[in-house]
């Protein structure tokens, strides 16, 4: 069974910094790659970043570009999400998705919960 597990959510300040994790296990596929999804509340799911899980390339929204960064630790299934400069807007749950390759099935993590006020 497919289990994607999510931490380092919390409250920070504007202009502060937070570090999410999230590990894949019971994996019975190759990834493809590895995305970043959040939900403001009362709004529609928006992509934050990906990365491919082969050469590590990643793409981000233009919301986020030059502001937070994904990176992976192949070995451990492993995908993080640093996330600096945070504004208010950036208050969302954010969830990890795994897209296997071959496949249109994609998994998702529960979501952590990430606040940005003073």
């Known amino acids: 069974q497919v289990q994607l597990v999510e931490s380092g959510g919390g409250s920070v300040q504007p202009g502060g910094s937070l570090r999410l994790s999230c590990t894949a296990s019971?994996?019975?596929?190759?990834?493809?790659?590895m995305d970043w999804i959040r939900q403001a509340p009362g709004k529609e799911r928006q992509f934050v970043g990906m990365?491919?899980?082969?050469?590590?390339?990643?793409s981000y929204a233009g919301s986020v570009k030059g502001r937070f960064t994904i990176s992976r630790d192949n070995a451990n299934n492993t995908v993080y999400l640093q996330m600096n400069s945070l504004k208010p807007g950036d208050t969302a749950v954010y969830y990890c998705?795994?897209?296997?390759?071959?496949?249109?099935?994609?998994?998702w993590g529960p979501g952590a919960p990430v606040t940005v006020s003073s």
């Open positions: 998705r795994v897209r296997p390759y071959g496949s249109t099935v994609a998994y």
């Open positions: 019971g994996l019975t596929f190759n990834i493809y790659a």
């Open positions: 990365i491919s899980w082969r050469t590590g390339s990643t």
